[in-house]
Structure formats: C-alpha cells, structure tokens
C-alpha cells in the first residue's frame, strides 16, 4: 500500500463582477522632479577632488580593516565607497562622522564589534576596532544639460520632465494592477473550500525553510545562529 498526495480540485466561485475600490495615485510634480534629480545624480561623472576632503556626495577609494586585542584579523584595499555604501556590520552614522572631512592619506577609526564575514570564526562577536585609511577622493560632477538631454533622447527640459512623468504614471498603473489581483485572489481564496494533503503542506513549509537557511548563510550567519532563527 502507498499514498500520493493530489493536488486538490478546486472550484472557483463567481469572480468576474468582484469589486476593488481603485487606490490609484496621481503622479506629482515633487516625484518627477525628485527623479529628475536621481537621474542626473546616477549619470554623474567622479573627478578626483584633488586635497579636497570627502563630502556627503564624495566616491573614495580606501583600505578597510578590523582588529581586535591589538591584532588586526580583516584587511581589504582598493575599495572604492562613499558614505552611503560604508563596510557592513559596523554603526553607519558613527563612521560616517568619523570619515566626513578626511582628506587622501588619513585614517578614520572607530570602536566595532567584529562582523561576521570576518575570516577568523573565533574572533566574531568579539569588540574591537574599524579603520578606514584613505586614499584617493573623488567629487561627482553631473551632466550638463545637453549631454543629460542626448543622453536621453530629449530635447530640451520640458520634454524630459514630460517623459520621466509618463514613466513614473506606468510604474504607478502596474503596481495598482498588482495590488488589485492579490486583493482579488485574496478574496477567491477566502471564498474556496480548499482541502490541501499535510504532505504537501510539510513539503513546501521544508522548502521554504531550505531557502531561508541558504539565505542566511549566505548573508554570513553562524550554523547555530541559523537554528536559533
């Protein structure tokens, strides 16, 4: 004797005349000149800022390291960040006080706890120090308007603000298109007797764990911390 699990037969209810309030929203003028800005600050160019010191809008290049009880067990050069892509595992805004102003061959330097991707297994978790040496700075120069418009295929502002808006309204209506069918198959599923096997249910709930598993792993958690999660 053996069992196999069927997928159930469902039978939908009367869907067709199912109502959804619209939640559709206008595009304001604030959005487009926001993506305006964001699309000039994508396309902008970095230039070496010369003895200058890093900025909010500054591109470094850098070594990154951490010690811990005076010795050091992470050590990575070349690195090319800014202060909104810092080292992960360490307080953003403690090292972004510390490295905003530092100029081409200083250091910043604060207290951490040593992260997790760090090689060294025995020394995570345990407090120590980030530094963050230095080397080139770069400032981030933006298009001109003509090269923003060629860019583009525009010709002048009025046409890109009108393009970037028509963009902005399509994102706008596929999203509202995606909400309106999770509120319909929501409201079928709500409506649908549906007897579904156990052994379906425990296979997919253990897929679904595999990929959590595979997931945090990757992102660099201990095996006993995964279990704990």
């Not at 069927?6 to 595009?27: F, G, N």
């Not at 009880?69 to 690195?79: A, D, M, S, T």
């Not at 202060?83 to 250091?107: F, M, S, Y």
């Not at 991707?117 to 298009?143: A, L, N, S, T």
Request: glycine fraction near 6%; charged fraction near 30%; hydrophobic fraction near 35%.
């Amino acid at each position: 004797d053996f069992e196999i699990s069927l997928r159930p037969d469902v039978q939908l209810p009367e869907y067709k005349k199912l109502a959804v309030q619209s939640e559709a929203e206008p595009v304001l003028d604030e959005e487009i000149q926001s993506a305006a800005a964001e699309i000039r600050r994508q396309q902008s160019r970095p230039e070496a800022a010369g003895d200058g010191g890093i900025d909010e809008q500054s591109v470094f290049t850098c070594a990154v390291e951490f010690a811990t009880e005076g010795v050091n067990c992470f050590r990575r050069e070349n690195l090319r960040l800014s202060l909104q892509t810092l080292p992960p595992g360490v307080d953003p805004e403690r090292l972004k006080t510390a490295i905003l102003g530092k100029k081409p061959g200083e250091a910043a330097e604060i207290s951490a706890t040593i992260p997790p991707y760090v090689e060294q297994p025995e020394v995570h978790g345990k407090e120590g120090i980030c530094r963050v040496e230095i080397g080139e700075v770069f400032r981030m120069v933006p298009p001109d308007d003509a090269q923003l418009y060629s860019s583009l295929g525009v010709a002048s502002e009025t046409e890109l603000l009108a393009k970037i808006g028509e963009k902005l309204a399509e994102a706008k209506e596929q999203r509202e298109r995606g909400r309106i069918e999770s509120v319909l198959l929501e409201g079928l599923v709500q409506e649908t007797a549906l007897e579904v096997p156990p052994p379906l249910i425990e296979e997919q709930t253990a897929a679904r764990l595999a990929k959590l598993r595979a997931r945090l792993k990757q992102e660099g958690l201990p095996e006993e911390k995964i279990e704990e999660a």
